[in-house]
C-alpha cells in the first residue's frame, strides 16, 4: 500500500483516490477520500469530505466533516459533524454541531448546540451530553422499510437542554424538557421543565429536579 508522508506545514488540498497510509501526523487545508486513507497520528485539516474509509490512530481536528462512508478514530474535535455512514469513536467527540443518519459507535460525545441521530441501525453512544437539544428519530431513508428491532440507540447516560428521544435505551436521562417516545426503555428521568412520555414506552423512576420527593 502506497505511503503518504506529507511534509510538515503542508496546508494544501488532498484528494485520496487509492488507498494511502500517512506514517505520523497530517496537516492540509481539505481532505477529500474517494479511496482510503489511515493516518497514525493526528489529522488536522479545515475540512475532511469522506466517501470512502479513514482511519485515525489519535486525533481529528477539523473545523467540519462530511462523510458518506466509514470513519474510525480516537478522539475527534469539530465545529460540524455530518455522518451518513459509519462513526467511531473510541474516546471522545466534541463538536457545536452534530447530525447522524447511520451507525454511530461513540464513548462520550458532547455538542454545545445540537444532537441529531436518525436511527438506521444499531447506534452506541455510552455518554451523550448537549447544551441545546438532543433529538433521536428514525431514519428518513429507511421510513418505507419494516423496522428492524436492532434500529435503537443504546446508552448509559443522557444529558441536554430538550430532549427528544426514540427506540433509545438509557440509565439515566436528565433534561430540562424531556420527550420519551415510542419504543424507549428508561431505567431513571430527572428533569426540570416539561416531561411527555409515550405509552408503549418503558420509564423507572421519575423525579423533577426541583421536587426532591420525586415519583415512581
Known amino acids: 500500500m502506497p505511503v503518504l508522508n506529507p ?14 497510509i500517512c506514517r505520523g501526523n497530517l496537516d492540509a487545508s481539505m481532505v477529500e477520500v474517494l479511496g482510503h486513507l489511515h493516518v497514525s ?21 477539523a473545523q467540519e466533516i462530511t462523510s458518506l462512508g466509514s ?7 469539530a ?7 459509519y462513526l467511531s469513536v473510541t474516546q471522545v467527540a466534541a463538536a457545536e454541531e ?15 448546540t445540537r444532537i441529531s441521530i436518525k436511527l438506521g441501525t444499531l447506534c452506541k453512544v455510552r455518554h451523550l451530553m448537549s447544551e441545546g437539544a438532543i433529538i433521536v428519530s428514525p ?6 422499510i419494516p423496522l428492524n428491532p436492532l434500529r435503537r440507540l443504546q446508552c448509559e447516560t443522557i444529558e441536554g ?3 427528544s428521544l426514540y427506540r433509545t435505551s ?20 430527572r428533569y426540570s421543565g416539561t416531561l411527555t412520555l409515550h405509552p408503549k414506552s418503558q420509564v423507572g423512576k421519575i423525579t423533577r429536579i426541583n421536587d426532591p420527593e420525586g415519583r415512581d
Request: one cysteine or more; proline letters at 2%; hydrophobic letters at 35%.
Open 71 to 77: 470513519l474510525r478514530v480516537h478522539d475527534l474535535q
Open 161 to 163: 437542554a430538550d430532549l
Open 41 to 61: 497520528g493526528k489529522l488536522t485539516t479545515a475540512q475532511l469530505k469522506l466517501k470512502g474509509e479513514c482511519s485515525i490512530g489519535l486525533t481529528c481536528n
Open 7 to 20: 511534509p510538515a506545514g503542508n496546508t494544501e488540498p488532498l484528494k485520496i483516490y487509492g488507498s494511502r
Open 98 to 112: 452534530f447530525l447522524a443518519d447511520g451507525c454511530v459507535r461513540i464513548d462520550r460525545l458532547s455538542c454545545k
Open 170 to 189: 438509557a440509565d439515566n436521562v436528565s433534561g430540562v424538557n424531556v420527550t420519551i417516545g415510542s419504543g424507549c426503555v428508561i431505567q431513571e428521568i
Open 79 to 85: 465545529v460540524k459533524v455530518v455522518s451518513d455512514g
Open 139 to 144: 431514519s428518513s431513508r429507511l421510513i418505507q
